[in-house]
């Protein structure tokens, strides 16, 4: 048996694989088992933001191998405090966090958080619980992330699912008013929709929920597990919008391939959580924090600029597509971070791609989704163009 046979016989069919066996990866490329060469236009979903195996990270993350992987975490490990204090300091003043292996874990502890905060925090009719989430929001795969989560198509045969989250429409801020009530104690968002279709909020949206958040005392979450750490051109995409949430919960690219995420809570709940209400065996892992530090170190305004700078010369070429081609409706998204709505479905353009070399994904059908390591430099666009424009054509033929 070959390695897809292998894999369809004895793993759960969770993965809808495209035909692709990774033999290698190096900054923006990837190679195939027949060492055919790849142009990286995704990251692997928004995680190796600055590049595929870079050398700063696997000398920090080696040299941390050496000293020891893991020693629980009712003792101190150095890179993890120091991590921990770095991204703390960065977010907020006077504000704590929480490291955890993966984004639907900071997710979860974002949640508990908030709820616990409720329980403290009560109305005059009783402790809030209530969670204000999105249609088409994304926020992970176990039970309560995947409650929070505003698409129908995860919930099927899940419930009954976790209680008491509520769904408004992102950029519609009455959509949000309608839903507050006595047991609102939170409202949670990606600033930028990853999954649900490369989804940015608007910026008034954005000041207006923090002004309701104040009004109501109801904690603002922002989940920048896809769209934080430098994907929008800036470190927090919330940056961007002159907003800051109360909580905000990382993972992805915090570590550049190693799993690591985080919830950061800012002053308003930061002191929520007494000792034994959370935890996590691996939460924080010694290794992912050494590669953590490293992706800190390397995330400068310098490197976020050049990051800046390309996705202006992507963009500027895409419109030119959109111009060009009718099946594209729409372009948009911010910094690295792109989604191009078509008209049709949007599968075999990927597969057309891949094909060329080009990797690309495509999510909720019609959008081509575009997430490149935040190190691809103006030849990488002009080669990804000309793929995509070769797709685009050979589309309109089908
Ligand atoms: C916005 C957002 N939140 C949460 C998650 C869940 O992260 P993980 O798959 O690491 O659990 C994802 C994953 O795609 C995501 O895009």
């Known amino acids: 048996m070959n390695i897809k046979q292998i894999e369809d016989k004895y793993f759960m069919h969770t993965y809808k694989r495209n035909n692709l066996v990774v033999k290698k990866a190096k900054n923006q490329f990837v190679w195939d088992e027949n060492d055919k060469k790849y142009l990286d236009f995704f990251a692997g979903i928004s995680v190796c933001n600055v590049g595929h195996c870079n050398e700063t990270i696997i000398k920090a993350a080696k040299k941390q191998l050496d000293n020891f992987a893991h020693v629980s975490n009712l003792y101190y490990a150095p890179p993890q405090v120091e991590l921990g204090e770095k991204l703390a300091k960065r977010t907020f003043k006077g504000g704590r ?20 905060w409720g329980f403290l925090n009560p109305s005059k009719t009783g402790n809030r619980y209530e969670i204000i989430c999105f249609d088409n929001s994304f926020h992970g795969r176990t039970m309560a992330t995947i409650s929070a989560t505003g698409q129908k198509n995860f919930h099927e045969y899940l419930k009954p699912l976790q209680e008491k989250f509520v769904f408004a429409k992102i950029n519609n801020i009455d959509s949000v008013k309608e839903l507050i009530n006595d047991m609102t104690v939170a409202v949670m968002i990606e600033p930028v929709q990853g999954e649900g279709g490369i989804v940015p909020s608007d910026k008034k949206f954005l000041k207006e929920l923090r002004a309701l958040c104040n009004k109501n005392n109801l904690l603002l979450i922002f989940d920048e597990i896809q769209c934080g750490i430098g994907r929008t051109g800036k470190f927090y995409a919330f940056e961007n919008y002159g907003v800051k949430p109360d909580i905000v919960t990382l993972a992805k690219s915090l570590a550049n391939g190693l799993p690591l995420g985080a919830a950061i809570a800012g002053k308003k709940c930061a002191e929520t959580f007494v000792y034994g209400d959370h935890g996590s065996t691996f939460g924080g892992n010694p290794v992912s924090c050494a590669a953590a530090l490293a992706v800190l170190n390397i995330m400068n305004s310098k490197f976020l600029n050049h990051s800046l700078q390309t996705a202006k010369y992507l963009r500027a070429k895409l419109e030119n597509l959109k111009k060009k081609y009718s099946i594209v409706k729409d372009v948009r998204g911010l910094g690295l971070m792109i989604g191009i709505k078509l008209t049709v479905n949007g599968k075999d353009i990927v597969g057309y791609c891949m094909d060329k070399g080009l990797i690309i994904n495509c999510t909720q059908d019609t959008v081509l989704r575009l997430l490149p390591p935040l190190v691809i430099v103006k030849k990488d666009v002009d080669f990804a163009i000309k793929i995509l424009e070769e797709a685009l054509k050979w589309q309109l033929t089908m």
């Open 97 to 116: 966090i929480f490291l955890s292996n993966s984004g639907a874990e900071a997710n979860e502890c974002a949640i508990k958080l908030a709820r616990k």
